[in-house]
């Protein structure tokens, strides 16, 4: 087979670093990619939202399969585009078409999707500015912390959690009669508080049967014991020990089970991956949001556990067969660690050579934002690296992690040192 993953950051790389181990791989593609996904196939400088340069490369290449890794596309509509295109038609996209996407593209669709289907989820309600003082009203009616969160896609940053009622009604005046956060704003949720430990629990699914993938929990906050800015996620451990196979039991008759047949009585048809925030709450699971595709940092500690070949699972879902795929994964624990450039959440430099990458033998060096140019490797992102690596134990695992990101060289690296400490 000939495969098209699209796709430039931290998740991309492990996806093109397990479909290359594929026997059924005939030819890899990454469009665009970054600095590592080049040493699992060829990158091509296309963008993710470039459809018509997209479908160029499909016809071009006699591209298969086609793997999407970012949610953009996905919400803008790539696999539709690929349905209602005569030349592209035939050729399986992983990823949900526009409707399915709007699982993670609106938040007050999500929302109302788990209220009608049963789905175990926080209060809400949803403003815009026509009714905003209303929103302030039912602020009122919330106990302290008071969750904010933009309708669409903010890039991770649409969503606010704030301890002052003050601050939280001075917030959503900001984002809905100020666009804070553009029109991705233009809508609010606000959510009751859950309280408990967050992780995330990952489904692949054909449209009628699925996989429930490793389960991980990320570290999201830029400073050590989770403090400082959000960023995208500065690490990430799998399995996660409170998450044993009763607790999963929970999640997949609780929330996979009415996730995947409310799609089916919604009619939409939903092939891809699907990403479901949690909180455990006194051992009650509770989605806090579904993502339409696969986390990063997470994707990192996830598909090295998976034994079975990826390939053959994606063309299970291409082809409706899923349920008749094996599925294993490997019991040891994988951990990531997450470099990032200097100044990261907010500004940082780019273009800093990358030295001692490549040197580790006990971990695996996933690239995120990098890039190649002539003979050397540049930083091109705020995540730059994350450093995944096996262990009997989170301590063994981490250790090792931890000793190869030390190896790792560039002006102004920081990665947080505490990853996994909170689960020992």
């Keep these: 087979m000939n495969v098209l993953i699209l796709g430039s950051g931290g998740r991309e790389h492990p996806f093109a670093w397990k479909i290359a181990q594929s026997k059924q791989l005939q030819n890899l593609y990454i ?5 590592g996904t080049a040493h699992c196939g060829t990158n091509v400088p296309v963008a993710v939202d470039d459809f018509e340069g997209i479908k160029n490369l499909v016809w071009e290449k006699d591209i298969n399969l086609v793997l999407v890794g970012p949610e953009d596309p996905l919400v803008k509509g790539v696999h539709d585009y690929f ?13 949900p078409k526009k409707d399915g996407a709007q699982l993670e593209g609106s938040k007050d669709f ?37 969750v ?63 996989k429930i993938l490793p389960a991980a929990k990320d570290y999201k906050r ?17 399995p996660v020990p409170f998450a044993d196979d009763a607790f999963i039991r929970k999640v997949e008759e609780k929330i996979v089970k009415p996730t995947i047949s409310g799609l ?10 699907i990403f479901i925030g949690l909180m ?9 949001e579904y993502n339409c595709r696969m986390g990063d940092p997470e994707t990192e500690v996830v598909i090295p556990r998976i034994e079975s070949d990826l390939l053959d699972l994606l063309n299970g879902v291409a082809t409706q067969s899923l349920d008749k795929r094996n599925f294993d994964v490997k019991k040891e624990t994988a951990t990531t660690v997450v470099l990032v450039s200097g100044g990261y959440p907010g500004t940082f430099e780019k273009g800093k050579e990358v030295t001692n990458f ?12 990098t890039k190649q140019e002539q003979e050397k490797v540049l930083t091109s992102g705020g995540r730059v690296f994350a450093v995944t690596s096996f262990g009997n134990s989170i301590e063994e695992a981490v250790r090792k992690s931890f000793v190869t990101a030390e190896k790792i060289q560039y002006q102004g690296k920081y990665y947080r040192k505490d990853i996994g400490r909170d689960l020992l």
């Design 222 to 238: 830029i400073g050590e014991g989770d403090t400082g800015l959000n960023t995208g996620g500065m690490g990430a451990v799998s």
């Design 358 to 369: 490549d040197s580790s033998k006990e971990s695996i060096v996933f690239h995120s934002g």
């Design 148 to 210: 904010l969160k933009a309708d669409g896609l903010a890039a991770g940053k649409g969503v606010l959690i704030l301890d002052s009622l003050d601050e939280a009604k001075k917030e959503l005046k900001s984002m809905l009669l100020d666009s804070k956060f553009g029109s991705a704003s233009s809508k609010v949720v606000i959510e009751e508080f859950l309280k408990g430990i967050e992780l995330s629990v990952f489904v692949l699914t054909d449209g009628k049967s699925y």
């Design 280 to 288: 455990n709450c006194s051992g009650e699971p509770y989605v806090i």
């Design 31 to 35: 469009a665009p990619g970054n600095a």
């Design 83 to 95: 349905l209602n295109d005569e030349v592209l038609k035939d050729v399986p996209v992983i990823g």
């Design 110 to 146: 999500s929302k109302q999707f788990m209220f009608k289907h049963g789905v175990p989820t926080a209060r809400y309600a949803t403003f815009t500015k026509e009714n905003v003082n209303e929103g302030l009203v039912f602020l009122d009616t919330l106990k302290p912390p008071y």
């Design 264 to 273: 089916n009585k919604d009619g939409i048809d939903y092939r891809g991956f």
